[in-house]
Nanobody
Framework: QVQLVEYGGGLVQAGGSLRLSCVAS????????LGWYRQAPGKQRELVAR???????NYADSVKGRFTISRDNTKKTVALQMNSLKPEDTAVYYCNLVTPKQSSWGQGTQVTVSS
């Protein structure tokens, strides 16, 4: 069983920064990828950023140049540094971990950006 716990959400003014962290625990022997997704009210969950086991990254066009994803394989953590936040970044952010056997999700953390 894999557990993911997210930290770092909150309320910030437009132009501000937040850093999200996700800690994985449980029976994890191999990680294919770690990622962050978000879901705004009335919208589908969408990919924000993803980092592979080899360290390659991809980002949603809407966050390129503002968000940075990083991982620590030893500590089984993934972080998302969010700068120059915009009101449209408001959403629940979810951590995702993909192994050869499963895809796991955290419970989500709310990010609210006020204008």
């Amino acid at each position: 069983q894999v557990q993911l716990v997210e930290y770092g959400g909150g309320l910030v003014q437009a132009g501000g920064s937040l850093r999200l962290s996700c800690v994985a625990s449980g029976s994890i022997f191999s990680i294919n990828a770690l990622g962050w997704y978000r879901q705004a009210p009335g919208k589908q969950r969408e990919l924000v950023a993803r980092i592979s086991s080899g360290g390659s990254t991809n980002y949603a066009d809407s966050v390129k140049g503002r968000f940075t994803i990083s991982r620590d394989n030893t500590k089984k953590t993934v972080a998302l540094q969010m700068n120059s936040l915009k009101p449209e970044d408001t959403a629940v952010y979810y951590c995702n971990l993909v192994t050869p056997k499963q895809s796991s999700w955290g419970q989500g953390t709310q990010v609210t950006v006020s204008s």
